[in-house]
T-cell receptor
Framework: GNSVTQMEGPVTLSEEAFLTINCTYT??????LFWYVQYPGEGLQLLLK?????DKGSNKGFEATYRKETTSFHLEKGSVQVSDSAVYFC???????????FGGGTRVLVKP | DAGVIQSPRHEVTEMGQEVTLRCKPI?????LFWYRQTMMRGLELLIY????????DSGMPEDRFSAKMPNASFSTLKIQPSEPRDSAVYFC????????????????FGPGTRLTVL
């Protein structure tokens, strides 16, 4: 079956530090890949996505590249802000399907 | 656009009582998903509907849980009888879906219902 593995948190950073959250997946074919973000007390919001190999998704300074050869979709941001403090979820949907499989989530805390 | 609407936002009830959670998806979306989030188990998909038809309910924990989607603009998740271990945040999400196309359609999440069963 499909699965998503992401690094456990919490990840604690200082403002303007570089952030990387690792995500690897197991799936047949070419799934679509997503990063969702959950701010405190809110539902999940789509942060970025990629639908085919070598695609790069980007939004709000965050980037992730769909790497088929390593089955990875690592999230990066070059300079984090306090407002980036949230839980980040990596997820996939299978080809021609719409059921999301989520990773366990990574809590990120950015300190001033 | 109002987004996905869930009600109530908070629910506190006693063990054994019936609980009904409600969801209004985004207009025009034809897929609806119910999730549960807890510290211990993370985010779990309970059930999802395409065009008001339940497609996969394998995540529903037991017979105490039931979900309905009587029309394209409304869904309910019912727990009866409720138990303390049902305490969680329940999210509803909706998306568009067309058979045969790549599954790159974003799911939009509601704000969630925080359920506490005493």
């Amino acid at each position: 079956g499909n699965s998503v593995t992401q690094m456990e948190g919490p990840v604690t950073l200082s403002e303007e530090a570089f952030l990387t959250i690792n995500c690897t997946y197991t799936a047949t074919g070419y799934p679509s890949l997503f990063w969702y973000v959950q701010y405190p007390g809110e539902g999940l919001q789509l942060l970025l996505k990629a639908t085919k190999a070598d695609d790069k998704g980007s939004n709000k300074g965050f980037e992730a590249t769909y790497r088929k050869e390593t089955t990875s979709f690592h999230l990066e941001k070059g300079s984090v802000q306090v407002s980036d403090s949230a839980v980040y979820f990596c997820a996939l949907t299978p080809p021609a399907g719409n059921k999301l499989t989520f990773g366990g989530g990574t809590r990120v805390l950015v300190k001033p | 656009d109002a987004g996905v609407i869930q009600s109530p936002r908070h629910e506190v009830t006693e063990m054994g009582q019936e609980v009904t959670l409600r969801c209004k998806p985004i207009s025009g979306h034809n897929s609806l998903f119910w999730y549960r989030q807890t510290m211990m188990r993370g985010l779990e998909l309970l059930i999802y509907f395409n065009n008001n038809v339940p497609i996969d309910d394998s995540g529903m924990p037991e017979d105490r849980f039931s979900a309905k989607m009587p029309n394209a603009s409304f869904s309910t998740l019912k727990i009866q009888p409720s138990e303390p271990r049902d305490s969680a945040v329940y999210f509803c999400a909706s998306s568009g879906f067309r058979r045969g196309l790549a599954s790159n359609l974003e799911q939009f999440f509601g704000p969630g219902t925080r359920l506490t069963v005493l």
